[in-house]
């Protein structure tokens, strides 16, 4: 530890916040915020954003999935222009369902629009699969 | 996966309106009496004390947008509440609550007193997370000093105002979208505890992400 870091430590140590835990990070750093508030502000990221900054911290990891509780299925289908048959939720939707069922533990709504002919096969198509999951 | 499945748009394909509901005329009324009353009591000022001690004064309907501030002043049991207006400032015990951000705040719950309430039922939640923040509250929340901003959010956490949450959290994930990992942990100052090999591991699982469909 340089003489900097050492400096700040000392003073992140006298002055401790109301609930006696000691200040450790700078105000400017994410890494300020507990566990509850980081949950609730990674909860916003997009989709896609939520698997690609899980890998930023550990504390990230472990907050980024806790508080998405929707799930809309049309994240993971391919867009619509690319719908002509059933077979085309790809093995990325596959991959992409695989994961959504094993890291958001907290889901309680799941979104499904079916504003065309071939998303509403693709929903018959598709249900048994996501009722069947634990 | 636990809980109830909401099948929205099951009914298939033609597009539905809310369906009206039956007492609408009466709760029309009860509307109209609630706003009057809001209306009223933001005329009663209160004073808020920061962490650093500076007293802010705030519209009492505003203030109570704050649920830590309302639950106060629920516990002073106070009937006549144009007394809370000549009391004690209110103290905000959390280092978060500086002057500055103390002093948005109040700036934000003053011009967002008459929002309608969020609505803890889900079936809005998903359309009220993607909407865009209004043109007012973009540029509010764009504060060039990142401790000031974490402050804001912060504070607003402790005082458990969940619209200004929501908006300092709509704001970052904004800032962020689309950028790099490097690139967010800068910008965020994040420190990385990963190992190089627990880090290759999550972007392996997550590959897909970066296929294209």
């Avoid at chain 1, 690609?52 to 289908?77: A, G, N, P, Y």
Wanted: charged share 30%; with cysteine; glycine share 4%.
């Amino acid at each position: 530890m340089d003489s900097r870091s050492c400096d700040q430590l000392s003073a992140d140590m006298a002055k401790m916040s109301m609930n006696g835990t000691p200040e450790e990070y700078p105000k400017d750093s994410f890494d300020r915020y507990g566990n509850d508030l980081c949950e609730v502000i990674l909860s916003y990221l997009s989709f896609k954003d939520s698997f690609r900054f899980e890998c930023l911290s550990k504390q990230w990891q472990r907050s980024v999935f806790t508080s998405r509780h929707i799930f809309s299925v049309s994240d993971i289908m391919p867009k619509k222009s690319q719908f002509n048959e059933i077979k085309t939720i790809t093995d990325n939707g596959w991959k992409a369902l695989e994961s959504v069922v094993k890291k958001w533990t907290h889901i309680t709504d799941i979104h499904i629009d079916i504003d065309s002919q071939d998303m509403e096969r693709n929903f018959e198509f598709f249900t048994p699969h996501l009722i069947g999951t634990d | 996966m636990n809980g109830e499945y909401s099948l929205d748009t099951t009914e298939g394909m033609a597009a539905s309106g809310d369906p009206p509901t039956n007492n609408a005329v009466d709760d029309y009324d009860a509307e109209e009496a609630l706003e009057r009353q809001r209306e009223e009591e933001n005329k009663i000022k209160i004073k808020l004390k920061s962490f650093e001690g500076g007293v802010y004064e705030c519209g009492l309907t505003a203030a109570k947008m704050s649920v830590m501030v309302a639950n106060m002043l629920d516990a002073l049991q106070e009937t006549d509440l144009t007394k809370i207006a000549t009391r004690e400032p209110i103290p905000l015990q959390n280092d978060a609550v500086t002057n500055k951000a103390l002093e948005k705040i109040v700036e934000w719950v003053d011009h967002h007193w008459d929002d309608p309430p969020i609505d803890p039922d889900f079936d809005d939640e998903k359309e009220r997370r993607n909407e865009e923040l209004s043109h007012w509250d973009k540029q509010f929340i764009d504060i060039a000093d990142q401790g000031e901003l974490f402050d804001i959010i912060a504070a607003a956490n402790f005082m458990d105002i969940k619209g200004l949450v929501e908006v300092g959290a709509k704001h970052i994930c904004n800032k962020i979208k689309g950028k790099s990992c490097t690139e967010v942990r800068e910008m965020l100052k994040i420190h990385n505890d990963f190992t190089p090999e627990e880090e290759a591991a999550i972007h392996k699982e997550n590959e897909w992400i970066y296929a294209k469909d």
